[in-house]
């Protein structure tokens, strides 16, 4: 970082122009929650996984009450195929044998979720990890999907289906950061665990919450209307808009932009899906006028 005193008067000015752009949203999201899904390869690059960190800490130093959701699909993925456990996906969800979501598990709920407290905390005091299996936060069922029109099996994957935030709500008053790793109890099977995805945990929680928006960080720029026209990225859409779009999309694009659509239908005032991959993504969706990624409002 520049020392002060080495900064000229017009950088100090394109410093003050920033920060003056940001008080708008300052204002906005002052006291208010914002749900924020944690993915994609933002969660395999280190420089990322410090950024991100680093946003998150802002948002919580600027009055805003940040909720982490966390998947954690590639190193999910690296410890099945070290333990030679065969995975695929289908339908853009990660079918998961009784064997794999034990892996699930231990990956998410014991190596990246006290890892991205521990980038938080790096900043302050703030953060504390939660399971979705903690105090009831969510109560899952198992669901499958269908292709070309055929009922798929998953296994072990569910929906989130029942949030109790009582116990994200009482870190929130005590001025901590929650980070949340996607698994659930399964209602039906009392013992037994399930894959969640995170996306639609994330959306699932934000509702519950009232939160003021749900940002998705991922792999790409935002939705393209006409993939792979990279000219045809969408930086706005109503959830009317959305919906129809949703049919025609990539497999794995639709379980965030469902996501996103859940969110907002459940009176989530804003829903973006933003490119992960770009340093300080968050800061820029949260605090600019134009944002980044694609947005989606209530029609």
């Known amino acids: ?28 999201f002052r006291d208010q929650i914002v749900v924020v899904k944690y993915g994609g390869n933002a969660m395999v690059s280190e420089d990322l996984q410090r950024t991100v960190a680093e946003d998150i800490a802002y948002l919580r130093y600027v009055g805003v009450k940040p909720v982490v959701v966390h998947g ?53 005091p703030f953060a504390t990890g939660l399971s979705g299996e903690d105090a009831g936060l969510f109560g899952g069922r198992r669901r499958g999907v269908v292709i070309n029109g055929e009922e798929v099996d998953l296994g072990s994957v569910g929906d989130v289906v029942h949030v109790n935030p009582t116990a994200v709500l009482d870190h929130l008053a005590a001025g901590r950061i929650p980070v949340v790793s996607s698994i659930a109890p399964d209602l039906d099977r009392p013992g037994h665990t399930l894959n969640v995805n995170a996306d639609a945990a994330a959306a ?37 808009e959305l919906r129809t779009m949703l049919p025609t999309l990539e497999s794995g694009m639709v379980p965030k932009m469902q996501a996103c659509l859940d969110a907002v239908d459940g009176g989530v005032d804003t829903a973006a899906i933003i490119d992960g991959r770009v340093p300080h993504s968050l800061l820029i969706e949260v605090f600019t006028s134009k944002g980044i990624g694609t947005e989606v409002v209530s029609a």
């Open 204 to 240: 699932a929680l934000a509702v519950a919450l009232n939160a003021a928006k749900l940002v998705i960080l991922t792999d790409v720029p935002g939705l393209y209307a006409d993939w792979p026209n990279r000219d045809s990225l969408v930086s706005h859409l109503t959830s009317a």
């Open 72 to 124: 954690g699909g590639p190193q999910i993925s690296r410890m099945l195929e070290r333990l030679d456990i065969p995975s695929e996906f289908q339908g853009g969800y990660r079918v998961t044998s009784t064997e794999a979501v034990s892996v699930v598990r231990m990956v998410l709920t014991g190596h990246i979720n006290p890892q991205l407290v521990s980038k938080i905390n790096a900043h302050g």
């Open 1 to 28: 970082m520049t020392d002060l005193q080495e900064t000229t008067p017009d950088e100090a000015a394109d410093k003050a122009a920033v920060l003056i752009e940001s008080l708008p949203w300052l204002k906005r």
